[in-house]
């Protein structure tokens, strides 16, 4: 209220024969005339301040403040003479009017909106907060507007239920069994008839069904394996169920197993169990000590019939070399038997080796080199690349006409080049290199996505190389707290790559920044301060009452107790209040004992004489887990982080 004064007060005394003035009628227009002490005097009218005659202006009853005379949850509106009162968006008056002025006892009271007919549509959820309200989209529905809170607008259905349509196709595959297309159903992928691969896709919350990790390829079995002594009957067809036949050369009969192979779902050939041996001859045979260079004539007679045979016998100056016994190990190498006579010789192997790819027709490797060696079972390993057919061709240079043709077929499948993949400290891959690569170097290219689905605007990205060389890589990911993440690994010289997904845990989140302070008195107002969200979003606030003598013995486990959540007279601790995260402003005041609800808690009234223990607790929910930060309830730290009051005696 403003006080206006006089500048300057006049007294004037009459003289005999002068008229007295009308007093009343010097009166302002905003004042009125009434008599005092016998006389008349001009007061302004309610609502004005001003000395009634020359000046009555109006009064600013609203620079008292709204909450001291209107009430809590106002504001003030001055008119002239007077003024007049509303209630905040989210209150209503107690006497239901739009306007009021608190001399009846009227006061703003909070609207649950929540009760509205028609406020939140199928799939919502409404929840009540003071002066406000939220919804939310229960499980398996999602906010149209693309944000996890929400306010509607009208009677309009913001929760859409969600659906991922009809699954993803992929190429040479199939759906097996049925599906639906809602949150968290599943469908199953089969190859087609003679194509290879299995896995499964999962409809997510973005509504949209997961990548198939699923490639169906071609069955291709490559060139039948060789046996020894035997021939192969072949139409040549390397796909599924291709069959192949085996016979014994000339010379060699069969002596057990089974002469077939089939190709298989795997990519390889049944190996056949196939036994030539060679066929007993009737004829002698001995062996002469001939000398190489040497032309010869044996006479052979027979002595009961006296028949005679001459057999010319002409030896080359040098022995010819030979490729008997050739076998392929460990994937890329060959070894072979020499001449017993020859072994200590020194010879050179002519290598030329082509290979291709079936299903990349523009691939080519040829390599053309010469191995010298004087040993009698010589051994060659080739540099060949994975997923590729080989023939390699080996001939001598001393003897013409001395050669061996075999082929090999190399192939490499995610699960050879990444066997044993794990993860460690759920932050770290590991995984088993194939021993024929181990001592080599590899570079595997990193590309990594993170996603938080309750963090729509949450993105993280990393790219980078990683070169290895020992037979157990391992690499530590710099990954952020309560995350989705996909980590593609490929490998340029194998032409392959793998999926991985992670998923980090959620961290505690930080300590409440509050004070110590000792209060008396029925209802202690408390400030809230807003914590750093250096963890993941918090998702709520809650304000913890404690008896005193419970400090020491309080653990997290008593939250579970039903108890522990009633409000009644004998509960010993219960929640008072608990803030969504996004309506908690730094420095918020709450009064405890108020009788106000705080989302789902109801702000109990304290007992008279008794002391108590208030704990601020941080909640951060993910995937609907809780992690929870309580404060510590031991000596060191109860004057850091708890509040302790005792209520009046008179109270």
Known sequence: TRYLAPLLVLRVRCQPGYPIPDICATCHANAMCQQKEGKNVCICNYGFVGNGRTHCQDKDECQIGASKICGEHTSCHNTHGSFYCICLEGYHPSNNNKTFIPNDGTYCTDIDECQLSGLCGVGGQCVNTVGSYHCYCMEGYRPENGTEFFHPSGNTVSCKEISCGYPLEITHGHIIGNYTSVLGSEVHYECEEGISGRN????????????????????????????QHAELVWNPSSSLGSVVQYSCQKGFEYADGNNISVCTEEGVWVKSTLTCTELIKSLFEVCLPLHLGVNYTVTITEASTKVLLQIPIMLPATEEELLSNVSIFNETCVKWQRKVARAGTKETYTFHILGRRWHQKEFSREMIFNFTTGEETPEVCLELNSDANYTVNITTASSKGTSALITIAIKTEVKEAFSNLLILNDTCLKWRRRVRRAGRKE?????????????????????FNLTAYG???????????????????????????????????????????????????????LSLRKAEDRNGPISFYQVIVLPLALQSTFTCDSLAAVTFFSNATDAEGYVAAEFLAEDVADNMLISLGDRHYYGAFYNAPLKQGKDYCVVLRIISQWNKVMGILNQLFSESLLNERSFNWKTRENF
Not at 204 to 227: K, Q, R
Not at 443 to 463: D, L, N, T, V
Not at 503 to 517: L, M, Q, R, W, Y
Request: glycine share 4%; charged share 15%.
């Open 200 to 227: 499964t896709s999962r409809c997510t919350y973005n509504g949209s069904w997961e990548i198939p990790a699923l490639i169906c390829i071609e069955v291709d079995c490559g060139i039948p394996p060789p046996i």
């Open 443 to 463: 570079i595997y290219s990193f590309h990594i996505q993170g996603q938080r689905w309750y963090q729509k605007e949450f993105f993280h990205e990393m790219a």
């Open 471 to 525: 037979q157990t890589p391992e690499v530590c990911l710099d990954l952020r707290p309560g995350t989705n993440y996909t980590v593609n690994i490929s490998m340029a010289a194998l032409d392959l790559s793998v999926l991985v997904s992670m998923t980090t845990p959620i961290i505690d989140p930080p300590f409440p920044e509050i004070e110590f302070v000792t209060v008396h008195g029925p209802a202690p107002a």
